[in-house]
């Protein structure tokens, strides 16, 4: 639906795909880091959560207002030239009377804002909690009581997990002598996202002639035109650096 990633890292690496989207769980640096970081992730906004947990990165042809956030999520209103919807970035707390505070946010805002299952909603993240055993390998069996309450809150909230390419366990303890693995990073979405997922992508395709090819290539030709007149200025550069400009903020008005 959204070319993004939710990345939970320890530390900042590189990314060689382009992402419009872009979210660090835990990324264990100073904030001073945060320019340098959006230029090497080719982001132009940022946002971070309370505790400055969760970062979130974004760039044209997206924008975003903030709705709501707290000490385990983000959520934000993503708007772009075809779709607009809610999204969630997602850091629970390792401790379960954590957790069930923020599940029971999570249920509360939608009681206070109906209207939020009434569109496209996104979550995503490190939820910290499996949803049934088969889920962890190792280690101590889940508390039942801490599987129950997740799921009680994606029921409550009308959630669907899709299903994922990825492999069936997304954390590991690292610890050859005592390993553990867990599936706990995971994506939600509601029957709304789920219902327009197809729609979304016919107007996108046959109506909008594909929003975002049109933005990568007029992106690339201005950065082009960029590096032409820095080697050598020309009118002639100038003017078709304006043409290039122009047609790109007419794409993403």
Known sequence: MIPSIIWNCRGIGNLKTQFYIASLIEPMISSDRIQPLLRQLGMDHFHSNLTNHIWLFWTRPYSMELLVEGSQHITMMIRDLTQEFTFSVIYASHRSEERETLWADLVQYVRDYPTLVESPWYLAGDFNCVRNTSERQGGRIPRARNMEM?????????????PTSSEAWTWSNNREDALIYERINRCF??????????????????????????VDALQKELAEVERLLQARYS????????????????VVR
Not at 235 to 250: C, F, G, H, I, M
Request: glycine share 2%.
């Open 150 to 162: 997740f799921n009680d809150c994606i029921f409550l909230l009308s959630l669907i997990e899709p």
């Open 189 to 214: 979405i509601n029957s709304i996202t789920m219902n327009l997922k197809l729609h979304f992508k016919w107007w996108n395709r046959h109506i909008y002639g594909n929003v975002h090819t049109q």
């Open 235 to 250: 009118d002639a550069t100038w003017k078709r650096r304006s043409r290039v400009s122009n047609q790109l903020d007419e």
